[in-house]
């Protein structure tokens, strides 16, 4: 995708590009913003901005600096980021109610209630760490690209991660 | 009892977690994605979300206030400077061949400028001051061929003869258009100034002239006044030396009378000097053969090669002023900006540090 975006020069291939993006990472900086908003209509507003911005911003793109959902994602985190300093408040919930009150088909209820004990553990979680945790495992961003995204390293992104893990991995068993 | 044994299956629940957009909201994006990404403002109309207005925040408008008010205060102050340089009258004064004269005034000044010959000396004389000392000064620049210039010139120095007035300086050069022209430092009586500047201006054509005048009446008075009460002391010490008894005595107001008859002595020299400014005009005269069309009556290559380069030196002018003013301001845009930038960039790190 990347190297589309980039190896492109007329409009129209640029266009089918941009597309090609949007086709395949429209879901992922939804779950990415409205993990770190948790807010479902500021997530809409912030996610149709953030490809607003990618599409003006398309022939800027540069693949020597990471790849084509490095780059979105960066410009969903700072119109995420500026939402949040617009709003100067964050929802408290990481996932809206509706999603965890809908049961999933065939879910026993240990599996709902880890899924519970989950959810309540990642609001406990410092804004910084549930971004994190929403670029990996709702956008489904390498550590890489989380790097690129945050203007860290990927050592650095690895690390944080795994200690987030066990953070979470101790809040649960700590419930039970 | 362990929930989690591995990380692989909390990454499982985690991912099971993952928000999902509306399947309506999803449909317009697609839409707007679908008809090309037309600007927001178009595609608000369709998404119903809230804050499409943001609000300038009063930090903001500040910021935009301070660098408004800046570029205000450049702009203002080059106007201002160009305006002071370009002052006519202080160019006038600069410029005058009698500046060495006009530099010792304490009085006002009234001086025109005319190409026609209309003057404030006239003005003078047809409304004199009576009982007032004015000094008097004038420049007058004649349009002559190069051929002509060695007769004006003589004619010039027959003029000043009429008018019993005096050359300081001259010099006269001889050759092609532009290079040939002549000027003259003159003192002219005041009273005859008039009909020497009559008689300059009927040699050739008057490119231009300038008259201007200074009331010397103040420090002329106070001068004469001074000298008046040295020399009353004067007499004084001379009826005490007259009466004196002893040597020492004497000695003592002789020394006194020494130095006071060396202040009256000054005293009347600087009078004179005034005196002389008052009785003595300061005359100015140029003889020109510039490439005016008037003088040359043809306008041909050369005339055109300097016109040209004449405008492009212009041209270069005006463009090193317009940089000198803009570079300082395109210096300042581009610190403001790179401000902004590192402001944004801490606000936003620090939005997402704040905690719930």
């Not at chain 1, 780059?71 to 617009?86: K, Q, S, T, V, Y």
């Not at chain 2, 004269?101 to 004199?128: D, H, I, K, R, W």
């Not at chain 2, 006044?225 to 001379?238: F, M, N, P, Q, V």
Request: glycine share 6%; with cysteine.
């Amino acid at each position: 995708m990347e190297q589309v975006l980039a190896a492109t020069e007329a409009p129209r291939d640029a266009d089918l590009a941009f597309e090609a993006l949007y086709r395949s990472s429209r879901d992922d900086v939804y779950a990415y913003v409205a993990g770190l908003l948790r807010d479902r209509a500021a997530a809409e507003e912030v996610t149709a901005t953030a490809f607003e911005r990618a599409y003006r911003k398309r022939s800027r793109f540069d693949p020597n600096r990471g790849s084509g959902r490095a780059w979105l994602f960066g410009i969903a985190r700072n119109a995420a980021l500026d939402e949040l300093r617009r709003r100067k408040r964050q929802a408290e919930l990481a996932v809206d109610p509706a999603d965890l009150d809908e049961p999933h088909a065939h879910e026993d209820a240990e599996r709902r209630e880890t899924r519970l004990l989950l959810a309540s553990a990642l609001a406990e979680l410092a804004p910084r760490e549930r971004e994190l945790v929403a670029l990996k495992f709702f956008a489904g961003l390498s550590n890489a690209e989380i790097a690129t995204v945050v203007g860290t390293s990927e050592s650095n992104a690895g690390t944080r991660l795994h200690r987030i893990l066990e953070k979470l991995r101790e809040a649960c068993d700590g419930a039970l | 009892m362990e929930r989690f044994s591995e990380h692989d299956e909390l990454a499982v629940v985690l991912a099971e977690l993952r928000p999902t957009p509306e399947a309506e909201f999803a449909a317009e994006l697609d839409a707007w994605v679908t008809a090309g990404c037309p600007p927001r403002s178009r595609a608000r109309r369709l998404l119903p979300l809230s804050g499409s207005l943001r609000i300038p925040r009063p930090r903001q408008i500040a910021f935009g206030a301070g660098v408004t008010a800046l570029i205000a205060v450049a702009i203002a102050t080059a106007l201002i400077s160009t305006t002071d340089s370009g002052n006519p009258a202080r160019m006038a004064i600069d410029r005058s061949s009698g500046g060495s004269l006009l530099n010792a005034f304490s009085g006002p000044v009234s001086e025109s400028t005319s190409p026609e010959g209309a003057s404030a000396v006239e003005a003078q004389a047809a409304f004199p001051s009576s009982g007032r000392a004015i000094e008097r000064s004038a420049r007058i620049a004649l349009l002559a061929d190069p051929e002509d210039v060695a007769d004006d010139s003589a004619q010039v120095f027959a003029a000043v003869h009429d008018a019993h007035g005096i050359v300081l300086r001259s010099n006269t050069t001889q050759g092609a258009a532009g290079r040939a022209g002549a000027t003259f430092d003159l003192l002219v009586p005041s009273a005859r100034l008039n009909d020497a500047l009559a008689a300059i201006s009927a040699i050739d054509e008057v490119g231009s002239r300038h008259d201007a005048t200074t009331d010397i009446t103040a420090p002329t008075v106070a001068v004469g006044k001074r000298l008046h009460e040295t020399r009353a002391g004067i007499d004084s010490l001379l009826s005490q030396l007259a009466s004196a008894e002893t040597e020492s005595e004497r000695e003592a107001l002789e020394i006194e009378l020494r130095r006071e008859r060396g202040h009256a002595a000054a005293l009347q020299a600087q009078l004179a000097h005034l005196h002389r400014r008052t009785h003595y005009s300061h005359l100015s005269v140029r003889i020109e053969t510039g490439d005016s069309p008037a003088s040359t009556g043809a306008w041909g290559f050369d005339d055109a090669l300097g016109s040209a380069g004449h405008i492009l030196g212009v041209a270069a002018g005006v463009t090193l002023v317009g940089l000198a003013v803009l570079a300082p301001l395109a210096i300042l845009a581009l610190l403001a900006w790179l401000a902004h930038r590192t402001w944004l960039r801490i606000r936003r790190e620090h939005a997402l540090s704040r905690r719930v």
